[in-house]
């Protein structure tokens, strides 16, 4: 087995080993992984943080040892927590990090890093204040970052960023948790849940105080939230159907 790190601000993780292929997610400066398949120019990879898989171009990680990725397996994630920083490196050149990167790489690196940063879980009253440091980041399929991000993206990032671990999809993260039987059981924070006309999970939001949910639709934003779903301040029509609410921590 071969490990993997991320060096660069964001790197496509895309469905298959090709420029053109779909955009699934993002890694991040900081990301871990297992290589699962290394070709001359593509590598499929497992991520150390959620398990997910996709191809990665090989020009944009480093390899590093099984002793490492366990090293960096094992530690709870130091998290960069502004919009953008910098790190610098060993030629005292600049690279950006976006919310969320992981910094527990940065002595393997040999990078300095001297921003702001956070570790540890937080009160989940956090969460909203977290969620609204991504208001009206423009939606991207396959986003992770403040520059373009999706419904699912934004919230396992903003469960990260507070010290607590969802998986990447929606369909994946409404596996996770307890449900609730009414909006009315849920606090901020909470996650709500909607489905397609086959029943499919498809979408995913933050849920807030006074029935408002924080989501990614055309651009991250707060919208009404009540038993039929979403209700799209602007549009003054529901957009999303409720499947279910989930409370992930209590």
């Keep these: 087995m071969q490990y993997g790190l991320c060096y660069l601000s964001v790197v496509a993780l895309r469905s298959e080993a090709s420029d053109t292929s779909e955009l699934i997610s993002q890694v991040l400066y ?5 290589v699962l398949e290394h070709r001359k120019s593509w590598s499929r990879i497992r991520l150390g943080f959620d398990k997910y898989e996709g191809w990665i171009d090989n020009k944009q990680f480093l390899f590093i040892d099984e002793l490492e990725y366990k090293n960096l397996h094992k530690s709870d994630p130091l998290m960069s927590t502004d919009l953008v920083d910098f790190i610098t490196n060993q030629k005292q050149q600049l690279h950006p990090v976006l919310l969320g990167s992981t910094l527990n790489g940065l002595s393997y ?16 009253s956090k969460l909203i ?5 991504y208001l009206n980041t423009p939606y991207l399929w396959g986003g992770k970052t403040p520059f ?21 999809d929606a369909s994946q993260q409404a596996t996770q948790g307890d449900a609730l039987s009414f909006i009315e059981e849920s606090e ?3 996650l709500a849940f909607f489905d397609n006309n ?12 006074d029935h408002h949910i924080i989501h990614a639709h055309g651009k991250v934003r707060i919208d009404l ?7 799209n301040v602007d549009t003054k029509t529901h957009s999303h159907k409720l499947r279910v609410i989930k409370k992930i921590i209590s």
């Design 109 to 124: 690196l040999k990078h300095t890093f001297e921003g702001e940063k956070s570790i540890g879980t937080k009160e989940k």
């Design 30 to 34: 900081g990301d871990y992984f297992k």
């Design 188 to 190: 901020p924070g909470d």
């Design 148 to 168: 373009g991000i999706d419904c699912s993206g934004l919230v396992q990032m903003v469960y990260k960023l507070n010290g607590f671990k969802v998986l990447r």
């Design 225 to 231: 939230l009540d038993q039929s779903g979403i209700y």
């Design 198 to 209: 086959e029943g499919d999970i498809i979408h995913v939001g933050i849920i807030m105080e």
């Design 129 to 133: 204040d977290t969620a609204v440091l």
